[in-house]
């Protein structure tokens, strides 16, 4: 599959199944449109008619750039085949072991926000707090259940997980002499409202957590519209010094300003340079999912503002990182040379089967927006896994489940998309959550026209 876009000048071609990527010219921009649908000489007719008035576009330049076109065919650059499809059913009867887990430490949050998945942050359930003998009890659970793996990783959630800092750091501390014991690695994270932020968490979070993730929504009014107290008060004044704080106390490495998005800040790529203007510089924002009643839900007509934003913001990133101001933003992160291996590509994050959330009553459930939803219920860490039919299927979720997934370009960037967002949109965790999409293709063409940016310059066309 080939996909073919303009974007800031310039003229750029993805081969999907290779991932290879062209920067070309008009003539073979319009040429590679026509390949394989027309002959040669019909391509020649049609290119000397659209350029009748460029005298540098001859028959003979049209027949060399048809040549190059052939020859990274045959060097598998271009048009080439899907080698992966035969190959996606097996991912099914893989081994997998657990590798993650995120623990609802606190199922209470002290912010109120409206677009909360957690239904502010109860979960639809009663607030509670994770005691340390249900924490430990997962920590094992996870060792137990990774088999040879060494690294595994823990993210401490909620609703708020500094309500329930003690059993954070006892939890911390556990899983410290755990590694010893059992040649393990933990890598811990930390998702915080920074409501309770301080001095001695910073401290700890700066020794012991290997991410942070900072919850802010962008500019005062916007955060300050959802993200508020239960007296109704907005809080961004409170937790933005402390987040800057830690930002810089982490040499600006190792965390990330996490941001999110509604149908009240379409303009949301202001929100994310605001959040630079501040001195963050690890931001990542990501849009609200929500039922389309609420009318915070973003909608099917707010695409196009949405798309353009996108298209905004690459174009002053590059910017500013010319003028030394640069930032990371999580979606344009992309690795034009690696990234992850094909399994990983096809299969996803796996929700499910390799990363599973845990309540604080040491419930099980495939991540943290399933949490709740009997269906989903997938054991406890006390007595392991007892529904191993909604653990297969989503070992099958993955790229080629999704029928809608095969015309496009962007699969091998998504895995099939979120499962979690697909079922709330759709009741099926092999559905397709349409906006979503829309939203990550282009954020994949403004990801790889920065790259073309960065290693070509300002584009001649």
């Not at 912010?111 to 909360?116: D, F, I, P, Q």
């Amino acid at each position: 599959m080939v996909h073919r876009y303009q974007n800031n000048g310039y003229n750029i071609v993805l081969d999907s199944n290779s991932g290879s990527i062209h920067v070309v010219d008009p003539l073979a921009y319009d040429v590679i449109g026509l390949f394989e649908d027309h002959s040669e000489e019909e391509i020649i007719r049609a290119m000397l008619e659209k350029y009748a008035d460029t005298p540098d576009v001859t028959e003979e330049e049209i027949r060399e750039t048809l040549a190059d076109i052939r020859q990274l065919k045959k060097d598998y650059k271009l048009f080439t085949k899907d080698i992966f499809a035969e190959a996606a059913p097996n991912l099914k009867e893989r081994q997998s072991v657990i590798k993650a887990l995120c623990l609802h430490v606190a199922h209470d949050c002290n912010l109120r926000c409206s677009y909360c998945f957690a239904c502010e942050a109860a979960y639809k359930g009663e607030t509670a707090l994770m005691s340390f003998e249900v924490g430990k009890r997962a920590l094992d659970f996870l060792i137990e259940q990774s088999g040879t793996r060494r690294n595994l990783e823990v993210d401490f959630f909620g609703g708020e997980p500094l309500m329930n800092w003690d059993v954070v750091k006892q939890l911390v501390a556990y899983g410290r002499e755990q590694e010893k014991i059992h040649d393990k690695n933990f890598r811990f994270t930390l998702t915080t409202n920074g409501v309770l932020l301080d001095d001695e968490v910073i401290e700890f979070a700066n020794k012991e957590m290997s991410n942070v993730v900072l919850s802010l929504d962008g500019r005062k009014e916007v955060h300050d519209r959802f993200r508020v107290t239960p007296n109704g008060k907005g809080s961004y004044d409170l937790v933005v010094p402390k987040f800057q704080k830690l930002a810089e106390s982490r040499n600006q490495k190792d965390y990330y300003v996490r941001g999110t998005y509604t149908h009240y800040n379409r303009d949301f790529s202001n929100d994310i340079l605001h959040a630079a203007d501040l001195g963050f510089e690890q931001i990542s924002f990501e849009p609200v999912v929500g039922p389309e009643s609420e009318d915070y839900a973003l909608k099917k007509e707010d695409l196009p503002q949405l798309l353009a934003e996108y298209d905004k913001l690459a174009v002053e990133m590059i910017k500013r990182k010319k003028e030394g101001r640069g930032f990371t933003f999580f979606h344009y992160m992309i690795d034009m040379t690696g990234g992850p291996c094909i399994v990983k590509r096809i299969s996803g994050c796996g929700v499910g089967t390799e990363y599973m959330a845990v309540t604080p009553w040491g419930d099980l459930y495939p991540c943290h927006q399933f949490v709740d939803n009997p269906d989903f219920l997938l054991g406890n860490v006390f007595d392991g896994i007892k529904n191993t039919e909604v653990c297969d299927k989503f070992k099958h979720c993955n790229v080629y489940s999704h029928e809608e997934c095969s015309e496009c370009f962007a699969r091998m960037y998504c895995s099939g998309g979120c499962p979690a967002n697909a079922f709330h949109a759709t009741g099926d965790i092999t559905g397709i959550y349409e906006l979503g999409c829309e939203l990550h293709r282009k954020r994949i063409e403004c990801a790889i026209m920065i790259k073309v940016a960065e290693a070509f310059g300002p584009s001649t066309y």
